[in-house]
């Protein structure tokens, strides 16, 4: 293994004190067992428990460790970015604090160093999940791959190892409307995977908001694709020409046909119809007006309120490996 390269291993917590210092002890051991130049990003996404507290105790402790404070709970996907933006190493690691498991930081980094920009690492099986989620999960990816082109395996973690050259393009991409499982397949460089179980660290999973989670899902598929919008046009224009025939339909009744049931039970269900119709077409379109006005906006992704550091980054190297 090259050990000139340097090493950025990142992850993104949220009042994780139970488990940040079990997670740094592990993660430094592999590190420092594995390699030359590393260090370790923690991305403290608004946590309001004492884990900056740990982290900077720690940090007295051990070298290689940065963390940088957000201001406030951003989106995953923001916080995400913050990771990539603040990580100098030549191979980039993304991993989860508690499902993702160090000990296969060094298969991954070796995968990447074979030649692959992106290894992801995937999941063997998805039992720690209920069968709601399996299959919601599923559905979600389905439709995803056929409105946005993308095939994303559901097995697919978000503990990926990114080379140099992806993360300088990934760092380009600004926008607000974020997915980085979609990301990471639109920039197009050579992937490949590796197996691996999931650990729970804490011994429980973070529960999700099943509302959010639909929003979301949602927002991430009409942003990602215009097939949607173009739908909902065709739809549009389709029913406007049922509309203009029922328009001469009735005009034609009123010409050749002398007593003309009133027929309510076919004009409400036709108006039923319709207004079903309309407001589905109005409704994936708001979607798309608001992913205009988040990309409207200006200013920074993210906003970081405080940065600290162990006493000695880098061993035996004094470059930085920034665009």
Same mark, same amino acid.
């Given at each position: 293994m090259n050990h000139n390269i340097i090493i950025s291993v990142a992850t993104v917590i949220n009042n994780d004190s139970s488990i940040i210092q079990s997670y740094i002890n592990e993660t430094l051991k592999i590190l420092a067992n594995n390699f030359t130049n590393y260090e370790l990003?923690?991305?403290?996404?608004?946590?309001?428990?004492?884990? =900056?507290?740990?982290?900077?105790?720690?940090?007295?402790? !051990?070298?290689?460790?940065?963390?940088?404070?957000?201001?406030?709970?951003?989106?995953?996907?923001?916080?995400?970015? =913050?990771?990539?933006?603040?990580?100098?190493?030549? +191979?980039?690691?993304?991993?989860?604090?508690? !499902?993702?498991?160090?000990? $296969?930081?060094? $298969?991954?980094?070796?995968?990447?160093?074979?030649?692959?920009?992106?290894?992801?690492?995937?999941?063997?099986?998805?039992?720690?999940?209920?069968?709601?989620?399996?299959?919601? +999960?599923?559905?979600?990816?389905?439709?995803?791959?056929?409105?946005?082109? *993308?095939?994303?395996?559901?097995? *697919?973690?978000?503990?990926?190892v990114f080379s140099r050259k992806m993360v300088n393009s990934l760092v380009q991409i600004r926008d607000r409307s974020r997915y980085l499982k979609y990301l990471k397949l639109e920039v197009?460089?050579?992937?490949?995977?590796?197996?691996?179980?999931?650990?729970?660290?804490?011994?429980?999973?973070?529960?999700?908001?099943? $509302? !959010?989670? +639909?929003?979301?899902?949602?927002?991430?598929?009409?942003?990602?694709?215009?097939?949607?919008?173009?739908? +909902?046009s065709f739809t549009g224009l389709f029913t406007s020409f049922l509309n203009l025939m029922y328009v001469v339909y009735v005009l034609l009744i009123a010409l050749f046909k002398k007593d003309v049931a009133e027929g309510w039970t076919s004009s409400s269900l036709f108006s039923s119809v319709m207004f079903f119709l309309m407001f589905m077409i109005m409704t994936v379109i708001s979607f798309y007006i608001s992913s205009v006005l988040r990309e409207t906006k200006k200013g920074p992704l993210y906003y970081i309120t405080d940065e600290t550091n162990s006493s000695v980054i880098y061993k035996n190297i004094d470059k930085k490996n920034v665009v």
């Open positions: 990003v923690i991305i403290d996404n608004g946590s309001v428990d004492n884990s =900056a507290i740990i982290i900077k105790e720690l940090q007295s402790n !051990y070298s290689n460790i940065r963390l940088i404070s957000l201001s406030k709970k951003y989106d995953e996907e923001f916080a995400t970015a =913050a990771a990539l933006d603040n990580c100098i190493g030549d +191979a980039v690691v993304l991993m989860d604090t508690n !499902y993702d498991p160090p000990s $296969l930081i060094p $298969l991954l980094i070796e995968k990447c160093l074979a030649g692959y920009d992106l290894v992801i690492a995937e999941r063997n099986n998805r039992d720690d999940e209920s069968f709601l989620e399996k299959i919601s +999960a599923k559905m979600f990816y389905k439709i995803s791959s056929l409105l946005t082109g *993308y095939n994303i395996n559901p097995n *697919y973690s978000d503990y990926v197009g460089y050579k992937h490949t995977t590796v197996k691996y179980n999931r650990i729970l660290r804490a011994g429980k999973r973070k529960k999700r908001n099943l $509302l !959010y989670s +639909a929003s979301f899902a949602l927002e991430v598929i009409c942003t990602n694709s215009d097939k949607l919008l173009r739908i +909902a």
